[in-house]
């Protein structure tokens, strides 16, 4: 499955943005999908992931609360929505895919098909 990351952008702190993710090539419902980021000097983390059917999500502590995961099935688009942005969570965002036999996985390890990224800047 092939992974494109859009929505990226400068914004300032306590604002939103809305990633999208969009997959092409392989059955979009086979796949449970991810965000992770990576800091500048700081190693890639996990944001939070979505089963296949939708019905089950998991979020870094970090984000809890402030970002929503959700995925369209039907427009084969994972989405990301980020409220009450922070500086320190400037990054590069990547949306990520495993199968769905894994169920819902954190480790970045269990992701097969990643995208190309996109920076998201938070100004205080």
């Known amino acids: 499955v092939q992974l494109q990351a859009s929505g990226g952008g400068l914004v300032q702190a306590g604002g939103s943005l809305r990633l999208s993710c969009a997959a092409s090539?392989?059955?979009?419902?086979?796949?449970?999908m991810a965000w992770f980021r990576r800091a500048p000097g700081k190693e890639r983390e996990f944001v939070a992931a979505?089963?296949?059917?939708?019905?089950?999500?998991v979020y870094a502590d970090s984000v809890k609360g402030r970002f929503t995961i959700s995925r369209d099935n039907a427009k084969n688009t994972v989405y990301l929505q980020m409220n009450s942005l922070k500086p320190e969570d400037t990054a590069v965002y990547y949306c990520?895919?495993?199968?769905?036999?894994?169920?819902?996985?954190?480790?970045?390890?269990?992701?097969?098909?990643w995208g190309q990224g996109t920076q998201v800047t938070v100004s205080s």
């Open positions: 979505i089963s296949w059917h939708g019905n089950g999500t």
């Open positions: 090539g392989r059955t979009f419902t086979m796949y449970a």
């Open positions: 990520a895919a495993h199968h769905r036999r894994l169920g819902v996985r954190q480790n970045s390890d269990n992701y097969n098909y």
